[in-house]
Structures are given as C-alpha cells and as structure tokens.
C-alpha cells in the first residue's frame, strides 16, 4: 500500500507531466484561461488517462507481448486512447454542452495529447503492474490537473494586473508557466 501511495504523489507532485516531464502543453497554455474550463478539462484528461493506463496495460500484456508485436505499441496505445476520447467527447457534449464549448478544439486534441500517450508508455517501461498501472495513470491525470486549474487561477489574476505591454498576453503566461514549474522542483526530494 505504501508503494501505491509513493507512485500516486510522485505522479503528482515530483513527475508532474507539465511541470516536471513537459507533456502536455498544448493544452495546458489553452485552456488554463479560467478556472472553470480548467478544471473540466482535467476531469476529462482524467478519466481518459486513467481509463487509458488501464486499457494500454492489458493491450500490451495480453495482445502485444504474446504475439511479439511490441513494436506495435505506439499505434495500439493511440488507437486506445482515441477512441476513449471519442467517448468523453460525446458524453460532455450530451451532458453539458457549455463546458463543451468552452473546451471547444482542445478536447479533440487530449487525442493527441502527450502526456496521455506518455503516461501509458511510462507505465509499461516502468515495469508497473496493473494496480501500480492505474495508480500511475490517475495520479498523472491529478497532477495534469492540479497544474492547469492552479495555472487557471493565476492567469485569472492576471487579468486585472498592471502588466508591461510587452509581456501581456502569452508572453506573460508561459514566464508565469515557467515560475510554476521551477516552484514544482522543491517537491524533487519529497520521495
């Protein structure tokens, strides 16, 4: 149990995929504008990375590895995880078409997200186990969330701050990004 809890904060705290790994940016710097969206997007990266982890692990130990198709991997996994999100999508667009909107593009990109991808990779490179697998994937998805909500509210703050012209707008957000990321450094000796 102590194993399971060390893989879950590591994954949120110390190996944080924004912060720490820098996986998933895109939409991360997109839709962290307000706190709302934030966190809707985080649920949804939520449930598809973990439901992800889950997926990718029996697909790899019970397709891959027994008919020597690992090079396979890359393909299967984002197989896996379009269709996942093909689900979310229609399921937010059913039951709440505001967020919907609000996430607009870049619910269709978790897609192509990155840190998807790479939790799932991570996972099975790693060596975890199914249990270890999901608590891994989760604990990721929390950390993706964590991140893009606390950088939502930062850059709603923002707004009614006097910044240099120069550095208004994106400018600002990723020096802001930058200072949340080296702040995620003092967790590096937590575990």
């Known amino acids: 149990m102590t194993s399971l809890i060390i893989i879950l904060l ?10 720490a790994k820098f996986l ?17 997007m985080g649920a949804a990266v939520t449930f598809v990375m973990g439901l992800a982890s889950a997926i990718t692990y029996v697909v790899q130990y019970a397709i891959l590895v027994p008919f020597h198709m690992e090079y396979m991997q890359t393909i299967a996994f ?41 939790v799932a990779i991570i996972n099975i490179s790693a060596g975890y186990n199914f249990i270890e697998t999901i608590f891994n994937g989760v604990g990721g998805a929390l950390g993706f969330t964590l991140a893009i909500v606390l950088f939502a ?12 012209k120069s550095l208004d707008g994106f400018p600002i957000a990723l020096v802001s990004a930058c200072l949340m990321a080296i702040s995620f450094l003092g967790f590096q000796g937590l575990l």
């Open 78 to 118: 984002i197989l896996v995880i379009a269709a996942l999100v093909q689900f979310v999508e229609m399921v937010i667009q059913k039951t709440s078409p505001s967020l919907y909107q609000a996430l607009g593009v870049y619910l269709p990109l978790i897609t192509t997200n990155c840190a998807v991808l790479g």
């Open 24 to 40: 998933g940016i895109c939409p991360f710097l997109g839709v962290s504008k307000q706190v709302e969206t934030a966190v809707g």
């Open 153 to 164: 509210g930062i850059r709603e703050r923002m707004v009614t701050s006097p910044i240099p």
């Open 10 to 19: 590591s994954a949120i705290l110390v190996n944080n995929f924004i912060l």
